[in-house]
């Protein structure tokens, strides 16, 4: 019995270590990614409201990402909990940025280059709502602390790809551009699944669910971005802008000029 509650204390140790550096380094990947934007000239601070609006709310989850997870391994669960309730209201906020701030892009005709303007209006939403899918499972199971985090790890790696798009020479992997950027984030949860099957032998059931959650938000883009509701989507959403004259199936030509992002 002894020897079971010693191996319990060891996991849950190794699991604070795993969450917490997996945390800091997701951050340092989505800051370097946007800090590489800003120093290449594709990004300014003059930028519509609504950019800097929606930049402030992920940047913020991040932070409050690594907060959490250095307030679990410091032992600081009240703490802990308050600041949970807040990043409930703080992940509404996202998802509904995050939606508006796309659908503004391809009214606008400015979505990047190197993807097709329907591909981008399907695949942006879906991951910011897979996020909140996944964020909101997290919250929900905030009594199960190994599902609690599994999942909470699952939702931030949607946020970790389009750091990598910023970091990865994205326009020299067109036509797949996007898919590069999934794959490479997705190697975060694997990498927590690889662990637990070296510390217990087996994947700990949340990473699957969490791993077959954003592998069906990867398909359900693909099968919904090449299809007529695709296009019906594309058309209604813009209706009267100036993505209506844009082909949606198209990939943009480069811009004269240095690319913007984010208009």
């Not at 209201?89 to 990047?112: E, I, K, Q, Y």
């Not at 695949?123 to 190994?146: H, Q, S």
């Not at 949860?189 to 791993?211: C, F, K, N, Q, Y």
Request: glycine share 8%; hydrophobic share 55%.
């Amino acid at each position: 019995m002894a020897t079971l509650a010693w191996q319990a204390h060891v996991a849950t140790v190794g699991d604070e270590r795993f969450f917490l550096l997996s945390a800091i380094i997701m951050a340092a990947i989505i800051v370097a990614g946007f800090s590489f934007q800003l120093a290449m000239g594709r990004s300014t601070f003059g930028s519509p409201v609504r950019v800097h609006i929606h930049a402030v709310l992920f940047m913020g989850w991040v932070a409050i990402y690594v907060l959490q997870n250095s307030l679990v391994a410091s032992g600081r669960m009240r703490l802990h909990r308050r600041l949970g309730w807040l990043a409930a209201v703080w992940m509404v906020a996202m998802v509904g940025s995050g939606v508006f701030v796309t659908a503004t892009m391809v009214r606008n005709g400015t979505v990047p280059f190197f993807f097709q303007p329907v591909h981008f209006l399907i695949f942006d939403p879906l991951a910011v709502l897979t996020f909140g899918a996944l964020t909101t499972a997290a919250i929900l199971l905030r009594r199960r602390t190994e599902w609690h985090r599994r999942l909470h790890f699952c939702g931030m790696t949607i946020l970790i790809s389009p750091a990598f798009g910023r970091l990865l020479p994205l326009p020299l992997m067109q036509p797949w551009a996007w898919e590069t950027a999934f794959v490479v984030s997705l190697l975060f949860p694997l990498t927590g699944a690889w662990l637990d099957v070296r510390r217990s032998g087996r994947v700990h059931p949340a990473w699957t669910l969490g791993i077959a959650v954003i592998l069906a938000s990867f398909a359900l883009t693909q099968a919904i971005a090449y299809s007529p509701l695709g296009s019906a989507i594309y058309d209604r959403v813009t209706a009267g802008y100036p993505g209506a004259a844009i082909d949606p199936l198209a990939f943009p030509p480069p811009p004269a000029g240095p690319l913007m992002t984010g208009r």
